[in-house]
Every structure is written in C-alpha cells, then in structure tokens.
C-alpha cells in the first residue's frame, strides 16, 4: 500500500481542499466504450485500448507514437519515441497478450484507429505517427492517418485557441479542422450534427477513490471531469474517455481541455458521456513535471499493461459511469 506521508505532506505545506464529490453512475453502457488523446494523452489512449480491447473498441491518437514505445525509459522517451524513427515490432504486444497482461491480440483486428499528425510538430515529428500507423497495421487494425494539416503539438479545434501551427500553451489550436468529431465519427460511425453551444453539464468529481485512495501517489490530480448532456441524466449513453496532453490539465490550463477542444458539443447530441481524467505535475518521488500520463513507466514497469495503476484507476471511473442512477 502507497504511504500517506507524502500526501499529508503536501497537504500541511500548501492547504487542504475541500474533496469534489462522489462520481455519480449514469446507467452508461459500458460493455463497449472508445478512447482518445493528444501526446502523452494520446499514447494512454493506446495503451488502454491495447490492454483492454475486448472493450475499448476504437482509439483516436494525435502526436502519439507505438505503443510501448519507450519500454520503460524515460530517456527513450524523449528520444526515440518523440523526435527519432521508433522501432515498428509487435513482439512486446504478442508477449503481454501471452502473458495475459493485456487482452487478446485478436481483439485488434479491424479495430477502428484514427491517427493524427500536423505537419508543423516538432515535438512528436510525423515519423513517430507515421510508426503507430504501421504497428497497428501490423496487428491487423484498420487505419486512418491525417496528417496533411499545418498544425504545431496541439489539440487541433475548428475554431478554438492557438494559431494553427503553433506549439505553447494550452495546445489547443485553430486550425480550421474540427479533430474531435473527426475522430468521434470514424469510432462511433454515423453521428447527429453537433450542438451549436454545450448545452449539458461539466461534473467535477473525486478521483482519489478509483486510485487506492491516493490519487497524487500516481500523479493524478484530486479532480476529474466528466461531461454529461442532458440526455444521459435519463437515458441509457455512450462513454468515451478523453485523455489531456503534457501541461494540459486543469491545474495547466484551467479547463480549457475540457470545456474547448470539442468533444461536448458532439456529446450533446449524441448521447455520449464524455469523461476527462485528469494528471498532475510531480516533482520528487515520481518525477513528471509536466504532468503527462504515464507512458514510459514513472508509476511501475507494468504501466502499459492492466496492471498500470492509471489505466486501472481510469478503468474503474468507466465502471462507475456504467453504475445505476441514484
């Protein structure tokens, strides 16, 4: 069990806050669900939908390369995996799949995989993408790359934040393309046109209990988001779970993630649950200054697998949304 001293810690250091409240469940249907990201969140997205494809059903991927890409190695991930030509191989995923540390490949084939990459990102240059697009070829997945849009190392919005080609906060760029409901559409087929303005409610929500209590001991934040139209207080919806970038969450950039980059207005008028879990920036004990998800092993070697404590911590919020009303 993770100690609390440092948690207490940081508490008597800076003030403690009042906890958000229980994350309600909304009767979701949860059987089958779909994932999403952007640069580290984009690599999550992939190590979810790899460790449980029997129910994550589509991946969309911008700025993200293949999947256990760093190996462990955070060097390797700043390297190789951001700017480099990372190796294209299916031997670790045949492995875990044999181990039973993740779903069976099989699960992948013709699974629906949306990437992106913008032509003007430096900091996960094209190359890397264009690997995630051949592992997942190689496992049998049916792909869609776009990757001709003049877009820096960002969230790409129709009409939202930074100038197209720019890479600064909060990587959330105009760029005249509408990433969120490309990817929704290719993952969950033929949708209704989007609302003009979100018109459903963004629920804050406790994380720690989906965390062994400890929210902060794997870099997570207190607070996670989840965004409900008004349809899904009554009826049965969809989940879809939306992973920020690095220097992307709330404490980064307020709630601009989840208020701007555009998956609410899809939500709204297609009953989709929309859930926003949210990392933090870590300094000692786990290093991750920039508050990225764990994609190169700060929180255990297992972390791209079932056994990673923040695919499980995710994984149990799903559950949650899946829960009766009350």
Not at 178 to 205: K, M, N
Not at 294 to 304: C, K, V
Request: charged share 20%; net charge neutral.
């Amino acid at each position: 069990m993770r100690s609390w001293a440092a948690k207490l810690l940081l508490l008597l250091s800076f003030g403690s806050a009042v906890a958000a409240d229980r994350l309600p469940g909304y009767d979701a249907d949860v059987s089958a669900f779909t994932v999403s990201g952007v640069s580290s969140g984009g690599y999550m997205a992939v190590q979810m939908h790899l460790a449980h494809s029997s129910r994550v059903h589509g991946v969309g991927a911008l700025a993200a390369g293949p999947y256990y890409c760093a190996r462990g190695s955070l060097w390797t991930a700043w390297g190789r995996c951001m700017t480099g030509t990372p190796e294209i191989s299916r031997s670790d995923v045949d492995r875990f799949a044999r181990e039973k540390r993740i779903d069976p490949v099989a699960n992948l084939s013709n699974a629906r995989v949306w990437l992106f990459s913008g032509s003007n990102d430096r900091t996960v240059v094209p190359a890397v993408v264009d690997a995630l697009a051949k592992q997942y070829a190689l496992l049998g997945a049916g792909v869609v790359l776009i990757k001709e849009k003049p877009a820096g190392h960002a969230m790409v919005t129709e009409n939202a934040g930074s100038a197209c080609a720019a890479t600064e906060p909060p990587f959330i760029n105009d760029c005249d393309y509408d990433a969120a409901g490309e990817l929704l559409r290719h993952l969950l087929g033929s949708l209704s046109a989007p609302s003009t303005q979100a018109s459903g409610r963004l629920v804050r929500f406790d994380q720690d209990p989906f965390a062994e209590g400890n929210a902060w001991g794997i870099s997570m934040a207190d607070d996670g988001f989840v965004y409900v139209p008004r349809a899904c207080e009554t009826e049965r919806c969809r989940v879809h779970v939306a992973f920020h970038g690095c220097r992307q969450g709330v404490e980064a950039v307020n709630e601009r993630f989840v208020r701007d980059v555009g998956y609410n207005r899809w939500a709204d008028t297609n009953r989709l649950i929309v859930l926003y879990p949210q990392a933090i920036a870590r300094y000692w004990w786990i290093y991750n200054p920039r508050g990225c998800w764990d994609w190169w092993g700060y929180t255990g070697q297992g972390y791209a697998t079932k056994e990673g404590e923040q695919l499980r911590a995710v994984l149990a919020m799903v559950q949650r949304l899946g829960e009766p009303r009350k």
